[in-house]
């Protein structure tokens, strides 16, 4: 199974590119790709809107707008198997055991807390592959993209997101 890492977001909040951020010295795909790895995927790649200085293989998004389900749509559609695992890069601290949790799912199972699904961290089928192409086309929201799909609910420090400078 392939593990795929969106780049692809502008980083507003943050103020600077989030896939290149450090932690104790490491790069959050770095971080994220060796958890993958260590939880069974045998390759990782980036998904974005252009190439960033990491050494990770990288695979262009090729739509013009902004939307993470372009992302989706282009991991899936790089995916040779059946199912993978995608992750946005500011979300570094998944567990090795809640990844190996996702990759025994057999269909499209995503991450939540108590409290809210997180839609695009998960395993997911590529038969959503032109589902999420025409949601992105659509503007329609990532939450709609997997409202009627599996979850799995896991601590909430492990889905804490970084989108701001504090949050490091």
């Not at 946005?88 to 998944?94: E, G, K, L, R, T």
């Not at 961290?121 to 086309?137: D, P």
Request: glycine share 6%.
């Amino acid at each position: 199974m392939n593990g795929y890492i969106l780049i692809g977001g502008r980083s507003l909040r943050m103020g600077s590119d989030k896939a290149q951020l450090r932690i104790d010295g490491k790069n959050l795909c770095h971080i994220i790709m060796e958890k993958l790895k260590l939880s069974g995927c045998e390759e990782v790649f980036l998904v974005g809107k252009h190439s960033i200085p990491i050494s990770i293989p990288q695979i262009i998004e090729s739509w013009p707008d902004h939307h993470p389900l372009y992302g989706v749509h282009t991991a899936l559609n790089h995916c040779s198997g059946e199912l993978c695992i995608i992750t946005p890069c500011d979300i570094p601290f998944v567990s090795i055991a809640t990844y190996r949790r996702l990759i025994s799912k057999s269909i499209t199972t995503v991450l939540a807390t108590a409290s809210t699904k997180q839609p695009l961290l998960g395993i997911f089928s590529t038969s959503k592959r032109e589902e999420a192409l025409s949601y992105a086309q659509q503007h329609r929201s990532v939450m709609s993209f997997v409202e009627n799909e599996a979850y799995i609910v896991i601590p909430s420090d492990e889905l804490h997101n970084i989108n701001h400078p504090d949050d490091l």
